[in-house]
């Protein structure tokens, strides 16, 4: 393949390296056409799919911070409260009760406005505001106290508590549940939800504050187009459109001001260019003992007559089961005594009544192979994604005595650190390329994709090396460049790598040896 | 503490004053050596505090009429939470009381087992109220006797066959009735699982 023999030779002139992938990118569609048989099919590579591709890949975003989620729900409120002319607490309740979805909220209250109070808790609303009264001979109906003076309130539905009562409450719900969007009123089987200004009324500030905290959540949980970013101590939310429907087509990877890439359809740490389904199988398949089963029946064989598991670890192929003293050949699994003379040596592959014993066990050898061929590789990247961040960290410090050693600025020692991000992301990125290669089933499109991989693999643990030279060296600026060039040429062949798999996947192209039930029914591709 | 208050106020409630003649005590059949049943307003259930901690209850309930249950009564433990106030981590009321068979019983709702785990709505976490009373719970473990509740099982397999096979059911929860239920009020009767029970559960071997 020409394109193959192009990338080597840039590994080697770093200089153009730039340049040549981006030619190599144009070649790379010709070559992808080269191997299809009908011509009648062209249509289907025009400028309509690598627009749909870009998209495909470049998955569109957008991150807010805790206060711009407020806003957004301020702004919603502000809406409905204009609108409909309620209390702006209410639209509150009613926004969460349709789980922010305005259009609806709209139509079904516009249709049946009581109807919709009553089932948001709402109820029959009145225009005081709410507060705590002194009845006389009140009695809380939760802690049984009568005494005068006692402070009570109730919300519209008239169900009336004391305010220790109300305040236990609602600490309780808000701290020890989590409790914000629902909270209803302490009277059984009363519907009727707990608005922020009640709660302001009754409880002390910061209860209040994590209160609102807890709304905010809902804002983000109920949306599905929000999600929260899982980074430990982030607060962001992102907001994306995919839909669930889709995940077969694309891997939406997301990137959060923090610096946290993770996929927006499954929460788990950037994955592409496997879809969340293979993701999802193969880490089941690496975490579960079922390779154990896998060990045990490539190299033990079952007693033909009892079924007994052996193994065997030397000798002859004369095996006598300790168990039901059956005679059988280990080679061919058939009885002994049909191999006449010709004893510590079975050519009797002939046979039929081995046949099926060995085709079993020849088929759990090789996918045991398999397996582990595509797993030892994911690992080991995982690993050696782990040791960069080590050196990275050990480097850092380098950077400054760098610094000091050459009479670089900071600025100019950044490029150790954009390798070492590169490194990162492109070895995330070749972790997740074998595990898809595991599901993938052979094709023309497997081995574009195997040079693709082969060739980030390349660069990558080039990279790799010259990041882990001593500080001496690093010092060189011929070095340093050499570095930029690689970083740069690393970082263009993931996306080049993950361009293809991406438009590939969103076409339906790939065909996979598993039976994915979620993945929708891959269409038989191009032949 | 005002859930002191609050839970002696409702065992007075639950065991009203000293009955009417004939209102309670003659529907039981005492055997020998019973223990005596406490007053109650409730209708074949009676209510009793430990003497020693206000937060456990002894409740017995009749097996009601008419149903698989009849004659045999059960025994159940109550445990209402203890709140700790500095924190302001609320006990009961407001957190649920837990209510579990101590007498085995086979229905679908209640484990099959030691523990007598009972499926019940009204005491979950996010259905309790604390204004819901321990009276509304009792009644609610009596109407799940008289109706069980198949589609929210604890048990499967019993709920299962209450669907499908309701005279095997039956058949079933009969036994478990002279097996278990029927010496309740005698002191020190508390029947433990025989091995022939946990056998019978276990899945059968080949």
């Not at chain 1, 981006?22 to 590579?45: I, K, R």
């Not at chain 1, 509150?92 to 259009?103: P, T, V, Y």
């Not at chain 1, 309780?172 to 009277?187: T, V």
Request: glycine residues 4%; hydrophobic residues 30%; aromatic residues 8%.
């Amino acid at each position: 393949m020409d394109s193959d023999e192009d990338f080597q030779s840039t590994v080697s002139s770093d200089d153009d390296a730039m340049q040549d992938t981006d030619n190599d990118e144009m070649s790379g569609v010709e070559d992808f056409d080269a191997f299809d048989d009908e011509p009648d099919e062209e249509p289907d590579l025009g400028p309509n799919k690598i627009q749909r591709k870009r998209i495909a890949y470049d998955i569109s975003f957008k991150v807010y911070s805790p206060t711009d989620i407020q806003a957004h729900q301020d702004e919603m409120m502000d809406e409905v409260n204009m609108i409909l002319e309620m209390r702006k607490e209410d639209a509150a309740i009613l926004l969460r009760h349709f789980r922010w979805n305005k259009e609806r909220l709209m139509e079904d209250y516009m249709d049946k406005p009581s109807k919709v109070l009553e089932a948001a808790g709402l109820g029959s609303s009145t225009i005081n505001p709410p507060r705590l009264e002194f009845i006389p001979g009140f009695t809380c109906d939760i802690c049984y106290e009568d005494d005068d003076g006692l402070e009570s309130f109730a919300m519209k539905c008239g169900h009336r508590y004391c305010v220790n009562c109300y305040r236990q409450y609602l600490t309780q719900k808000i701290r020890e549940e989590g409790e914000a969007a629902r909270i209803q009123c302490p009277s059984e089987g009363c519907g009727r939800i707990m608005d922020a200004r009640s709660l302001d009324l009754l409880v002390t500030p910061d209860l209040a504050d994590r209160y609102q905290e807890l709304l905010n959540r809902t804002y983000v949980e109920d949306k599905e187009i929000l999600k929260w970013c899982p980074a430990p101590d982030c607060e962001n939310a992102i907001e994306c459109a995919i839909k669930k429907k889709d995940l077969d087509k694309v891997v939406p990877t997301v990137a959060c001001r923090c610096g946290h890439r993770f996929c927006f359809g499954c929460i788990l740490n950037d994955h592409q260019p496997a879809p969340c389904e293979l993701v999802k199988r193969w880490l089941k398949k690496c975490a579960d003992d079922s390779e154990t089963a896998n060990w045990i029946s490539a190299n033990t064989k079952e007693c033909p007559k009892c079924n007994s598991t052996i193994e065997k670890n030397g000798g002859c192929n004369h095996m006598t089961c300790r168990k039901c003293k059956h005679e059988f050949c280990w080679m061919c699994m058939g009885l002994w005594s049909e191999h006449g003379t010709s004893w510590y040596n079975c050519n009797r592959f002939e046979e039929k009544s081995g046949t099926d014993a060995r085709d079993a066990q020849a088929k759990s050898r090789v996918s045991l192979e398999r397996y582990l061929h595509y797993y030892n590789r994911y690992a080991n990247h995982e690993q050696s994604a782990r040791l960069d961040k080590d050196i990275y960290t050990k480097t850092e410090k380098k950077m400054v005595q760098l610094q000091t050693a050459s009479g670089m600025s900071w600025i100019e020692v950044q490029y150790l650190n954009a390798a070492s991000q590169a490194l990162q992301t492109c070895r995330q990125t070749l972790k997740w390329t074998y595990a898809f290669a595991f599901y993938l089933a052979r094709n023309n499109l497997t081995e574009i994709f195997e040079d693709n991989q082969k060739d980030l693999e390349l660069s990558v643990e080039a990279l790799s090396e010259m990041f882990e030279k001593p500080i001496a060296e690093l010092s060189d600026p011929k070095l340093k460049v050499d570095i930029m060039d690689k970083t740069s040429y690393c970082n263009k062949r993931r996306v080049i790598l993950l361009e293809d798999t991406a438009e590939n996947l969103a076409n339906g192209r790939w065909t996979f040896n598993v039976d994915l039930k979620s993945l929708a029914p891959v269409s038989s591709g191009r032949k | 503490m005002s859930g002191i208050r609050r839970v002696s106020k409702e065992l007075t409630e639950c065991q009203g004053p000293p009955p009417p003649e004939g209102k309670d005590m003659s529907k039981v059949k005492l055997q020998d050596g019973a223990a005596i049943l406490p007053p109650t307003t409730m209708e074949g259930i009676w209510a009793k505090a430990d003497n020693s901690n206000m937060y456990r209850w002894d409740i017995w309930i009749e097996g009601p009429a008419n149903t698989v249950y009849e004659g045999g009564i059960f025994k159940l433990k109550m445990e209402l939470p203890e709140g700790s106030a500095p924190s302001g981590t609320g006990g009961y009321p407001f957190k649920p009381p837990k209510i579990n068979f101590t007498t085995r019983i086979y229905h679908p709702n209640v484990t099959n087992d030691n523990t007598g785990d009972i499926c019940l709505s009204l005491i979950k976490t996010d259905v309790w109220k604390p204004a819901s009373k321990i009276k509304g719970v009792l009644e609610a473990v009596r109407q799940l006797l008289i109706e069980p509740n198949p589609d929210d099982p604890l048990e499967t397999r019993i709920a299962e066959e209450y669907k499908n096979n309701r005279a095997e059911f039956e058949k079933n929860a009969k036994s478990y009735v002279q097996r278990y239920a029927k010496d309740t009020l005698k002191e020190n009767s508390s029947k433990t699982t025989t091995k022939k029970e946990t056998l019978k559960n276990a899945p059968s071997k080949v």
